[in-house]
T-cell receptor
Framework: GQSLEQPSEVTAVEGAIVQINCTYQTSGFYGLSWYQQHDGGAPTFLSYNALDGLEETGRFSSFLSRSDSYGYLLLQELQMKDSASYFCAVRVPPADRGSTLGRLYFGRGTQLTVWP | GAVVSQHPSWVICKSGTSVKIECRSLDFQATTMFWYRQFPKQSLMLMATSNEGSKATYEQGVEKDKFLINHASLTLSTLTVTSAHPEDSSFYIC??????????????FGPGTRLTVT
């Protein structure tokens, strides 16, 4: 099975930097993704790390260490609109040969609140 | 980016009835779609992998006879909640990846369907 651990809540002020950590245990592993979800909305893709190291996309960066089964999402120059839930998700092999795509399992999410 | 739509966006039904939820990839073809359910303030739980032209693959603990999945075309998958009960009330979200776009690591989610069973 899969298990993912991430903090349930994080708060910060505008302009600050926040790091959301994620540790995982999986049987089979392709990579680690991060998704953002505003209340009542659909999750939207932020990043995907298949290899060790840091990936930077604008104000957001994501890091993966496969040997440590650990990753994090770094959000810089926080804005009020960044207040949302952030989910780490592991991509694992498909359940059977009927599908060619790996499955995505989500952590419980981290509620980020950005204060003015 | 690719767009995934769902219909209806919300539905209220009586206990014991069945409800069908549609998931469409609007501007790309999806041989595989994924169905999730999400309880308030909780994670997205993968229910099943929907494969075009073949049977869906269900996650452990998900009743295949209760959650019927049909993936009849490259752009449409349906989830039917049969004999719904109040505990089936949840937010159901479908998802797909646009392999032809080159952005193969992005999974696109529909806006979700809020099901309330009374």
């Amino acid at each position: 099975g899969q298990s993912l651990e991430q903090p349930s809540e994080v708060t910060a002020v505008e302009g600050a930097i926040v790091q959301i950590n994620c540790t995982y245990q999986t049987s089979g592993f392709y990579g680690l993704s991060w998704y953002q979800q505003h209340d009542g909305g659909a999750p939207t893709f932020l990043s995907y790390n298949a290899l060790d190291g840091l990936e930077e996309t604008g104000r957001f960066s994501s890091f993966l260490s496969r040997s440590d089964s650990y990753g994090y999402l770094l959000l810089q120059e926080l804005q009020m609109k960044d207040s949302a839930s952030y989910f780490c998700a592991v991509r694992v092999p498909p359940a059977d040969r009927g599908s060619t795509l790996g499955r995505l399992y989500f952590g419980r999410g981290t509620q980020l609140t950005v204060w003015p | 980016g690719a767009v995934v739509s769902q219909h209806p966006s919300w539905v209220i039904c009586k206990s014991g009835t069945s409800v069908k939820i549609e998931c469409r990839s609007l501007d790309f073809q999806a041989t595989t779609m994924f169905w999730y359910r999400q309880f308030p303030k909780q994670s997205l739980m993968l229910m099943a992998t929907s494969n075009e032209g073949s049977k869906a693959t269900y996650e452990q603990g998900v009743e295949k006879d209760k959650f019927l999945i049909n993936h009849a075309s490259l752009t449409l998958s349906t989830l039917t909640v049969t004999s719904a009960h109040p505990e089936d009330s949840s937010f159901y979200i479908c998802s797909a990846r646009d392999l032809a776009s080159g952005r193969i690591n992005e999974q696109y989610f529909g806006p979700g369907t809020r099901l309330t069973v009374t």
